[in-house]
Protein backbone atom coordinates (compact mmCIF):
# COMPACT_ATOMS: atom_id res chain seq x y z
CA UNK A 1 0.00 0.00 0.00
CA UNK A 2 2.50 2.67 1.12
CA UNK A 3 4.81 1.61 -2.18
CA UNK A 4 1.61 2.41 -4.15
CA UNK A 5 1.03 5.85 -2.80
CA UNK A 6 4.58 6.59 -3.10
CA UNK A 7 4.82 5.37 -6.84
CA UNK A 8 1.25 7.38 -7.40
CA UNK A 9 3.52 10.57 -5.79
CA UNK A 10 6.15 9.96 -8.29
CA UNK A 11 3.88 10.68 -11.32
CA UNK A 12 2.28 13.94 -10.28
CA UNK A 13 3.47 16.67 -12.60
CA UNK A 14 3.47 20.07 -12.19
CA UNK A 15 1.16 21.76 -14.48
CA UNK A 16 1.52 25.48 -15.40
CA UNK A 17 -0.57 28.03 -14.52
CA UNK A 18 -2.23 29.57 -17.27
CA UNK A 19 -2.65 33.54 -17.74
CA UNK A 20 -5.83 33.39 -16.59
CA UNK A 21 -5.06 31.56 -13.17
CA UNK A 22 -1.71 34.56 -12.67
CA UNK A 23 -4.25 37.38 -13.43
CA UNK A 24 -6.54 35.61 -10.66
CA UNK A 25 -3.90 35.22 -8.29
CA UNK A 26 -2.36 39.01 -8.65
CA UNK A 27 -6.09 40.45 -8.04
CA UNK A 28 -6.27 38.17 -4.82
CA UNK A 29 -3.01 39.04 -3.88
CA UNK A 30 -4.12 42.52 -3.90
CA UNK A 31 -7.07 41.85 -1.59
CA UNK A 32 -4.25 40.18 0.83
CA UNK A 33 -5.36 37.07 0.37
CA UNK A 34 -3.29 34.44 2.23
CA UNK A 35 -1.32 31.62 -0.27
CA UNK A 36 -3.95 28.70 1.50
CA UNK A 37 -7.10 31.29 0.39
CA UNK A 38 -5.91 31.70 -3.08
CA UNK A 39 -4.84 28.25 -3.66
CA UNK A 40 -8.88 26.77 -2.62
CA UNK A 41 -9.84 29.57 -4.34
CA UNK A 42 -8.24 28.50 -7.91
CA UNK A 43 -8.50 24.45 -6.90
CA UNK A 44 -4.05 24.96 -7.09
CA UNK A 45 -2.36 23.03 -4.41
CA UNK A 46 -0.61 25.90 -1.69
CA UNK A 47 3.17 24.67 -3.24
CA UNK A 48 1.42 25.66 -6.63
CA UNK A 49 1.17 29.17 -5.51
CA UNK A 50 3.89 29.42 -3.50
CA UNK A 51 5.88 28.05 -6.56
CA UNK A 52 4.33 30.69 -8.76
CA UNK A 53 4.56 33.85 -6.56
CA UNK A 54 8.56 32.96 -5.41
CA UNK A 55 9.70 32.59 -9.10
CA UNK A 56 7.71 34.68 -11.48
CA UNK A 57 8.16 38.02 -8.80
CA UNK A 58 10.22 40.83 -9.53
CA UNK A 59 11.62 42.38 -6.58
CA UNK A 60 9.45 40.84 -3.98
CA UNK A 61 6.65 42.28 -5.68
CA UNK A 62 4.28 39.95 -8.16
CA UNK A 63 2.36 41.66 -10.68
CA UNK A 64 0.18 39.47 -13.98
CA UNK A 65 1.90 41.11 -16.48
CA UNK A 66 5.62 40.43 -15.37
CA UNK A 67 4.96 36.74 -14.58
CA UNK A 68 3.68 36.02 -17.80
CA UNK A 69 6.55 37.48 -19.43
CA UNK A 70 9.20 35.90 -16.47
CA UNK A 71 6.90 32.29 -17.51
CA UNK A 72 7.06 33.02 -20.92
CA UNK A 73 10.86 33.69 -21.34
CA UNK A 74 11.84 30.61 -19.26
CA UNK A 75 9.59 28.11 -21.27
CA UNK A 76 11.20 29.77 -24.41
CA UNK A 77 14.74 29.04 -22.23
CA UNK A 78 13.95 25.58 -21.98
CA UNK A 79 12.63 24.84 -25.52
CA UNK A 80 16.44 26.55 -27.03
CA UNK A 81 17.92 24.12 -24.99
CA UNK A 82 17.67 21.00 -27.62
CA UNK A 83 16.63 23.41 -29.97
CA UNK A 84 20.33 23.89 -29.98
CA UNK A 85 21.24 20.67 -30.31
CA UNK A 86 19.75 20.92 -34.81
CA UNK A 87 21.47 24.26 -34.46
CA UNK A 88 25.26 22.84 -33.84
CA UNK A 89 26.13 20.25 -37.05
CA UNK A 90 29.24 18.88 -34.79
CA UNK A 91 26.94 18.76 -31.74
CA UNK A 92 24.19 17.15 -33.42
CA UNK A 93 26.45 14.49 -35.31
CA UNK A 94 28.24 13.73 -31.93
CA UNK A 95 24.89 12.50 -29.78
CA UNK A 96 23.71 10.74 -32.60
CA UNK A 97 27.23 8.69 -32.81
CA UNK A 98 27.16 8.16 -28.92
CA UNK A 99 23.80 7.11 -28.88
CA UNK A 100 24.05 4.75 -31.56
CA UNK A 101 26.19 1.22 -31.33
CA UNK A 102 29.23 0.77 -30.50
CA UNK A 103 29.00 3.28 -28.73
CA UNK A 104 25.50 2.83 -26.92
CA UNK A 105 25.50 5.39 -24.73
CA UNK A 106 22.79 6.85 -22.58
CA UNK A 107 21.63 10.44 -22.78
CA UNK A 108 22.10 10.97 -19.39
CA UNK A 109 26.28 9.56 -20.31
CA UNK A 110 26.07 11.80 -23.02
CA UNK A 111 25.01 15.37 -21.09
CA UNK A 112 27.68 14.24 -18.40
CA UNK A 113 30.24 14.09 -20.43
CA UNK A 114 29.57 17.47 -22.25
CA UNK A 115 29.45 19.09 -18.88
CA UNK A 116 32.68 17.14 -17.74
CA UNK A 117 35.20 16.03 -19.66
CA UNK A 118 34.93 18.20 -22.64
CA UNK A 119 35.25 22.02 -23.27
CA UNK A 120 34.46 22.63 -27.59
CA UNK A 121 30.66 21.27 -27.45
CA UNK A 122 27.98 22.97 -25.65
CA UNK A 123 26.14 21.51 -22.73
CA UNK A 124 22.76 19.52 -22.98
CA UNK A 125 20.83 18.49 -20.36
CA UNK A 126 19.63 15.10 -20.32
CA UNK A 127 16.31 16.27 -20.22
CA UNK A 128 16.93 18.72 -23.20
CA UNK A 129 18.09 15.39 -25.11
CA UNK A 130 15.12 13.70 -23.78
CA UNK A 131 12.90 16.19 -25.21
CA UNK A 132 14.78 15.97 -28.65
CA UNK A 133 14.73 12.62 -28.87
CA UNK A 134 10.57 13.05 -27.93
CA UNK A 135 9.79 15.52 -30.99
CA UNK A 136 9.64 14.73 -34.53
CA UNK A 137 13.69 15.59 -35.17
CA UNK A 138 14.80 13.15 -33.02
CA UNK A 139 12.02 9.90 -33.11
CA UNK A 140 14.94 8.09 -35.38
CA UNK A 141 17.40 7.80 -32.47
CA UNK A 142 15.36 6.82 -30.11
CA UNK A 143 15.46 3.05 -30.99
CA UNK A 144 19.02 3.26 -29.67
CA UNK A 145 17.58 4.34 -26.29
CA UNK A 146 17.71 1.01 -23.94
CA UNK A 147 15.21 2.23 -20.94
CA UNK A 148 13.21 4.62 -22.87
CA UNK A 149 11.09 4.29 -25.74
CA UNK A 150 9.48 6.78 -27.95
CA UNK A 151 5.57 6.80 -26.98
CA UNK A 152 3.55 9.29 -28.98
CA UNK A 153 1.33 11.44 -26.92
CA UNK A 154 -1.86 10.79 -26.58
CA UNK A 155 -3.65 14.00 -27.85
CA UNK A 156 -6.51 14.57 -25.05
CA UNK A 157 -9.23 17.64 -25.31
CA UNK A 158 -8.56 19.47 -21.98
CA UNK A 159 -11.51 21.21 -20.31
CA UNK A 160 -10.91 24.89 -20.64
CA UNK A 161 -10.87 26.05 -17.18
CA UNK A 162 -12.90 29.63 -16.69
CA UNK A 163 -12.25 30.93 -13.49
CA UNK A 164 -15.58 33.17 -13.49
CA UNK A 165 -17.99 31.75 -16.26
CA UNK A 166 -20.84 33.37 -18.62
CA UNK A 167 -18.98 37.10 -17.68
CA UNK A 168 -20.63 40.11 -19.29
CA UNK A 169 -18.29 42.96 -20.46
CA UNK A 170 -18.69 46.01 -19.30
CA UNK A 171 -18.24 47.54 -22.77
CA UNK A 172 -22.33 45.48 -23.58
CA UNK A 173 -23.31 47.33 -20.68
CA UNK A 174 -26.31 50.28 -20.97
CA UNK A 175 -24.84 53.41 -21.90
CA UNK A 176 -27.33 54.93 -19.46
CA UNK A 177 -25.41 53.91 -16.86
CA UNK A 178 -21.83 55.84 -18.12
CA UNK A 179 -23.52 58.81 -18.31
CA UNK A 180 -25.46 58.65 -15.02
CA UNK A 181 -29.20 59.53 -16.77
CA UNK A 182 -31.22 57.04 -14.34
CA UNK A 183 -30.78 55.36 -10.91
CA UNK A 184 -30.33 51.66 -9.90
CA UNK A 185 -26.69 51.29 -11.61
CA UNK A 186 -25.06 49.81 -8.62
CA UNK A 187 -21.37 48.91 -8.21
CA UNK A 188 -20.37 46.42 -5.47
CA UNK A 189 -16.51 45.48 -3.97
CA UNK A 190 -15.00 44.08 -1.25
CA UNK A 191 -12.55 45.17 1.66
CA UNK A 192 -10.79 42.18 3.04
CA UNK A 193 -9.06 41.97 6.71
CA UNK A 194 -5.52 42.42 7.03
CA UNK A 195 -3.46 39.30 6.02
CA UNK A 196 -1.29 40.05 9.18
CA UNK A 197 -4.33 38.65 11.18
CA UNK A 198 -5.16 35.53 9.26
CA UNK A 199 -8.91 36.40 9.29
CA UNK A 200 -11.36 35.50 6.52
CA UNK A 201 -13.85 38.39 7.58
CA UNK A 202 -14.81 41.20 5.11
CA UNK A 203 -17.17 44.02 3.92
CA UNK A 204 -19.30 43.33 1.29
CA UNK A 205 -19.80 47.36 -0.33
CA UNK A 206 -22.21 48.11 -2.60
CA UNK A 207 -23.20 51.92 -4.16
CA UNK A 208 -25.50 53.17 -6.50
CA UNK A 209 -23.93 55.41 -9.15
CA UNK A 210 -26.20 58.69 -9.34
CA UNK A 211 -27.42 59.05 -5.83
CA UNK A 212 -24.18 57.03 -4.49
CA UNK A 213 -26.18 55.56 -1.96
CA UNK A 214 -23.91 53.46 0.17
CA UNK A 215 -24.69 49.71 1.31
CA UNK A 216 -22.60 47.93 3.48
CA UNK A 217 -22.61 44.22 5.09
CA UNK A 218 -19.63 42.16 7.20
CA UNK A 219 -19.56 38.90 6.07
CA UNK A 220 -17.55 36.07 7.47
CA UNK A 221 -15.49 35.02 4.51
CA UNK A 222 -15.56 35.79 0.70
CA UNK A 223 -16.87 32.59 -0.46
CA UNK A 224 -18.32 32.93 -3.86
CA UNK A 225 -22.26 32.08 -2.81
CA UNK A 226 -22.72 33.39 0.94
CA UNK A 227 -21.09 36.68 -0.58
CA UNK A 228 -23.06 36.67 -3.66
CA UNK A 229 -26.09 35.95 -1.02
CA UNK A 230 -24.93 39.20 0.69
CA UNK A 231 -24.61 41.51 -2.01
CA UNK A 232 -28.77 40.73 -3.12
CA UNK A 233 -29.50 41.79 0.47
CA UNK A 234 -27.78 44.67 0.44
CA UNK A 235 -29.92 46.53 -2.59
CA UNK A 236 -33.43 44.77 -1.69
CA UNK A 237 -35.57 47.21 -1.21
CA UNK A 238 -34.30 49.29 -3.68
CA UNK A 239 -34.16 49.80 -7.10
CA UNK A 240 -32.08 48.07 -9.56
CA UNK A 241 -31.14 48.15 -13.44
CA UNK A 242 -27.71 47.01 -13.37
CA UNK A 243 -24.89 45.35 -11.49
CA UNK A 244 -21.30 45.88 -12.09
CA UNK A 245 -18.14 44.35 -10.42
CA UNK A 246 -14.54 43.12 -11.03
CA UNK A 247 -13.06 40.16 -11.94
CA UNK A 248 -12.27 38.93 -7.79
CA UNK A 249 -13.17 35.13 -7.28
CA UNK A 250 -15.75 35.97 -5.19
CA UNK A 251 -18.12 36.91 -7.91
CA UNK A 252 -18.12 33.59 -9.18
CA UNK A 253 -21.60 32.99 -8.79
CA UNK A 254 -23.10 36.16 -10.01
CA UNK A 255 -25.62 34.62 -11.66
CA UNK A 256 -27.58 34.16 -8.12
CA UNK A 257 -27.73 38.11 -8.63
CA UNK A 258 -29.12 37.87 -11.84
CA UNK A 259 -31.59 35.13 -10.81
CA UNK A 260 -33.07 36.68 -7.58
CA UNK A 261 -32.95 40.13 -8.64
CA UNK A 262 -33.51 39.91 -12.26
CA UNK A 263 -30.86 42.19 -13.58
CA UNK A 264 -27.47 41.63 -15.66
CA UNK A 265 -23.97 41.97 -13.47
CA UNK A 266 -21.37 43.66 -15.89
CA UNK A 267 -17.68 42.84 -15.15
CA UNK A 268 -14.81 45.94 -15.61
CA UNK A 269 -11.91 44.77 -17.74
CA UNK A 270 -8.83 43.28 -15.86
CA UNK A 271 -6.43 46.33 -14.17
CA UNK A 272 -9.33 48.31 -15.11
CA UNK A 273 -10.68 49.20 -11.13
CA UNK A 274 -11.53 52.99 -12.67
CA UNK A 275 -14.51 51.37 -14.34
CA UNK A 276 -16.24 51.24 -11.33
CA UNK A 277 -14.76 54.33 -9.34
CA UNK A 278 -17.82 55.12 -7.39
CA UNK A 279 -17.71 52.05 -5.33
CA UNK A 280 -13.46 52.10 -5.01
CA UNK A 281 -13.75 55.72 -3.94
CA UNK A 282 -16.54 54.51 -1.31
CA UNK A 283 -13.60 52.30 0.13
CA UNK A 284 -11.59 54.78 0.90
CA UNK A 285 -14.05 56.22 2.50
CA UNK A 286 -15.29 53.44 4.69
CA UNK A 287 -11.12 52.61 5.11
CA UNK A 288 -11.28 56.39 7.47
CA UNK A 289 -13.17 53.91 9.90
CA UNK A 290 -11.51 51.08 9.51
CA UNK A 291 -8.27 51.90 8.36
CA UNK A 292 -5.77 49.20 6.26
CA UNK A 293 -4.90 46.53 8.74
CA UNK A 294 -8.45 46.08 10.57
CA UNK A 295 -9.73 42.99 11.61
CA UNK A 296 -12.89 42.43 10.47
CA UNK A 297 -13.83 39.64 12.77
CA UNK A 298 -13.62 42.36 15.58
CA UNK A 299 -15.74 44.88 13.90
CA UNK A 300 -19.54 44.13 14.76
CA UNK A 301 -22.37 45.11 12.00
CA UNK A 302 -23.32 47.84 14.37
CA UNK A 303 -19.72 49.29 13.73
CA UNK A 304 -20.03 49.42 10.21
CA UNK A 305 -23.64 50.25 9.83
CA UNK A 306 -23.03 53.68 11.80
CA UNK A 307 -19.98 54.55 9.52
CA UNK A 308 -22.45 54.25 6.65
CA UNK A 309 -24.94 56.34 8.10
CA UNK A 310 -22.31 59.18 8.27
CA UNK A 311 -21.17 58.34 4.78
CA UNK A 312 -24.82 58.86 3.32
CA UNK A 313 -25.86 61.62 5.53
CA UNK A 314 -22.87 64.30 4.48
CA UNK A 315 -23.00 66.69 2.05
CA UNK A 316 -20.95 65.82 -1.45
CA UNK A 317 -19.82 68.15 -3.43
CA UNK A 318 -20.65 65.77 -6.21
CA UNK A 319 -24.28 66.15 -5.42
CA UNK A 320 -24.63 69.75 -5.40
CA UNK A 321 -24.05 69.73 -1.13
CA UNK A 322 -27.03 67.44 -0.84
CA UNK A 323 -26.14 63.77 1.13
CA UNK A 324 -26.63 60.34 -1.00
CA UNK A 325 -29.67 59.50 1.70
CA UNK A 326 -31.79 62.63 0.47
CA UNK A 327 -30.86 61.92 -3.64
CA UNK A 328 -32.33 58.20 -3.09
CA UNK A 329 -35.49 59.17 -1.88
CA UNK A 330 -35.80 62.24 -4.47
CA UNK A 331 -34.81 60.17 -7.28
CA UNK A 332 -36.87 57.51 -6.36
CA UNK A 333 -34.34 54.74 -5.90
CA UNK A 334 -36.06 53.89 -2.39
CA UNK A 335 -38.99 52.08 -3.51
CA UNK A 336 -42.61 52.53 -2.15
CA UNK A 337 -43.05 50.78 1.22
CA UNK A 338 -39.56 50.07 1.88
CA UNK A 339 -38.14 51.62 5.06
CA UNK A 340 -34.54 52.88 4.93
Known sequence: MEQTKRGTEKEKKYVGLSDAERSEIATLRRKDYTMRAIAEALER??????????VNSVNGIYTAKKAKAKSRLSRKSRRWQWRKIEHNPE???????????????????????????????????????????????GQPYCQYLCTKRYHPKKQTKKTERVMIPDRISIT????????????????YDSIVSSKRSGSTAALAVTQERVTKLVQVKLVP???????AEAIIRLVVGFLVRTMTTD?????????????????????TDPYSSWQKGGVENVNKMIRRYFPKGTNFSNVTQEQ?????????????????????????????????????
Open 91 to 137: LLRFITEHLAPPYDWSPRAISGYLQKQQTELPYVSAKGLYDWLYSSL
Open 247 to 267: NGIENKQHKLITAALGVLVYF
Open 172 to 187: ERPSSVEDRSEVGAWE
Open 304 to 340: VDEAVRRINNKPRASLGFKSALQCAQEKGLVLDGVSY
Open 45 to 54: SPNTISRELK
Open 221 to 227: NLKPVPY
